[in-house]
């Protein structure tokens, strides 16, 4: 079945520090994959988008997300996290037929 | 450019009760999916929407059903409402490809009492 995994319920980092958050799916061919961040009471806002070529993607606010085929992974990546990164970050995959599969999400705290 | 909007922006129901929640897509974008996101989990998709035809049904009863518009906007219909469908409504909007990206709309927050 398809689906995508979200193995961090909640990640708390500091400000300035590094981050990643990860990210599995399973399809028995390769879904585009996509990262969306989504901050209270507002809609998803579209981060970056893999969907063949280069496997390190570059996205928005500075993010970017690496695609390993071998671990069925698309790993979120920030080298310095802003205050303003704190929200909910949901991993997701497009198969046929213009569906999108969503993993539970990760909750981003950032310390001051 | 407005992007993807949606009305009413909260709503509150009681159980039995049908709902009408409504999404016009992003300009230049045919093609609209609806999804439901209950609290503390992802979205799950409900149906996608393509000239005005279902192209695509996530896992949801049929007590679910939509409409497009010949404007490409699109309604959600929710019958006989059940507690378990307070839920945030996300609308998307994208070009007809499959694999166009989707923009979301800020949600429509319902309430089942």
């Known amino acids: 079945a398809q689906s995508v995994t979200q193995p961090d319920i909640h990640i708390t980092v500091s400000e300035g520090a590094s981050l990643e958050l990860r990210c599995n799916y399973s399809?028995?061919?390769?879904?585009?994959l996509f990262w969306y961040v989504q901050s209270p009471g507002q809609g998803l806002q579209l981060l970056l988008k893999?969907?063949?070529?280069?496997?390190l993607v570059q996205g928005i606010k500075g993010f970017e997300a690496e695609f390993k085929r071998s671990q069925s992974s698309f790993n979120l990546r920030k080298p310095s996290v802003h205050w303003s990164d704190a929200a909910e970050y949901f991993c997701?995959?497009?198969?046929?037929?213009?569906?999108?599969?969503f993993g539970q999400g990760t909750e981003l705290s950032v310390k001051p | 450019d407005a992007g993807v909007t949606q009305s009413p922006t909260h709503l509150i129901k009681t159980r039995g009760q049908q709902v009408t929640l409504r999404c016009s897509p992003k300009?230049?974008?045919?093609?609209v999916s609806w999804y439901q996101q209950a609290l503390g989990q992802g979205p799950q998709f409900i149906f996608q929407y393509y000239e005005e035809e279902e192209r695509q049904r996530g896992n949801f009863p049929d007590r679910f059903s939509g409409h497009q518009f010949p404007n490409y906007s699109s309604e959600l219909n929710v019958n006989a409402l059940l507690l378990g469908d307070s839920a945030l409504y996300l609308c998307?909007?994208?070009?007809?490809?499959?694999?166009?990206?989707?923009?979301f709309g800020p949600g429509t927050r319902l309430t089942v009492l």
């Open positions: 997701g995959a497009g198969f046929q037929g213009g569906k999108l599969i």
């Open positions: 399809y028995g061919a390769t879904p585009y």
């Open positions: 893999y969907f063949s070529g280069d496997t």
């Open positions: 998307a909007s994208s070009g007809g490809k499959l694999t166009d990206t989707q923009y």
């Open positions: 300009s230049g974008h045919d093609t």
